[in-house]
């Protein structure tokens, strides 16, 4: 298959990443993970992204990870995208060729992150040398500039590859509001390139966009709920729709009043599925048993549990 033939379509979850009590990654967990995404209808899996912690990984465990996910999801998840984005592109390039050496089926990649780039050309010439070191992967770019502090017009991201060539470029995932530069880059593209939206709250306009493919932390936990929005839309069922975006955005709500930070959504992800997934890595803290109480009651009071079985 060409790099131009690779297609995703629906959900894509940006997973947790287990870990044990002493912070130690809780790899046994994965397998139980994949069957357990799959039972929602989450058949597309973004590794080792902001949600994942890969920020807070080493090397060595960002490979483990990557591994453990290609390896559980033979047979069973349609697509392991691997997030190889970091700090140095040197680390970048070796994170690259080692998924393509395990079999991922994609790869993404955040901007550098303390020597950032400035512009669209600069973001498509770091894409380029990522991009050469697995030339057998479709390659992402993830725009995520609440985080990463770049604030591209990704339209001027898909003008510059006209002059930077990068082969294996394939598309976006876009986790911003800016719902102009996103339907600016639907139409740019002319379907040439694949955006996965990643505002989980928004998923409903990006369809009326135009958009197919999605990426979400909440997808984790809620896949069912999204997946019946989307069904909603093709149904021409715009009602049923709204209804379930609204229910998103009533859960969301609760979780952004208390940080929605990855800390939380591991406990989540921990009530609903009936898996531990440990906590998060420091500077991220635990939350108080009391804290974790007031949450769980409110979900409870806005029928979330019931939403997502």
Not at 37 to 54: A, D, R
Not at 175 to 181: H, L, Q, V
Request: hydrophobic share 40%; proline share 4%; aromatic share 10%.
């Amino acid at each position: 298959m060409s790099i131009m033939d690779f297609q995703i379509d629906g959900l894509v979850a940006a997973p947790f990443t287990p870990m044990k009590d002493n912070g130690e990654l809780n790899l046994s967990l994965i397998e139980p993970y994949v069957d357990y995404l799959v039972s929602q209808g989450v058949l597309n899996t973004f590794v080792c992204g902001s949600t994942g912690e890969g920020a807070s990984l080493s090397m060595a465990e960002r490979k483990m990870l990557a591994e453990k996910w290609v390896s559980a999801g033979k047979g069973k998840l349609t697509n392991v995208i691997v997030h190889v984005g970091g700090c140095s592109i040197t680390d970048s390039q070796e994170l690259a060729r080692h998924a393509e050496s395990i079999g991922a089926q994609a790869i993404a990649s955040l901007p550098t992150c303390v020597f950032r780039p400035t512009t669209g050309k600069q973001v498509a010439e770091q894409l380029q040398i990522i991009g050469a070191a697995a030339p057998s992967l479709p390659l992402f770019y993830y725009h995520l500039p609440d985080m990463s502090k770049v604030n591209i017009m990704v339209e001027d991201l898909f003008d510059a590859l006209e002059t930077v060539k990068v082969p294996t470029f394939r598309g976006c995932k876009y986790t911003d509001y800016n719902m102009m530069d996103f339907g600016r880059c639907l139409v740019h593209s002319n379907g040439k390139y694949i955006m996965m939206y990643g505002r989980d709250e928004q998923g409903l306009c990006a369809l009326v966009m135009g958009a197919t493919s999605f990426v979400g932390s909440t997808f984790n936990y809620s896949g069912k709920v999204y997946n019946r929005m989307r069904a909603a839309y093709d149904n021409g069922d715009l009602e049923a729709a709204r209804k379930e975006q609204n229910m998103s955005q009533h859960f969301l709500r609760i979780l952004v009043q208390y940080g929605m930070d990855i800390g939380l959504n591991k406990y989540i992800m921990s009530m609903v599925s009936g898996m531990d997934f440990g906590p998060p890595r420091p500077p991220m803290q635990r939350r108080s048993e009391e804290e974790l109480a007031k949450i769980k009651a409110k979900l409870q009071a806005c029928g979330f549990f019931e939403a997502v079985k």
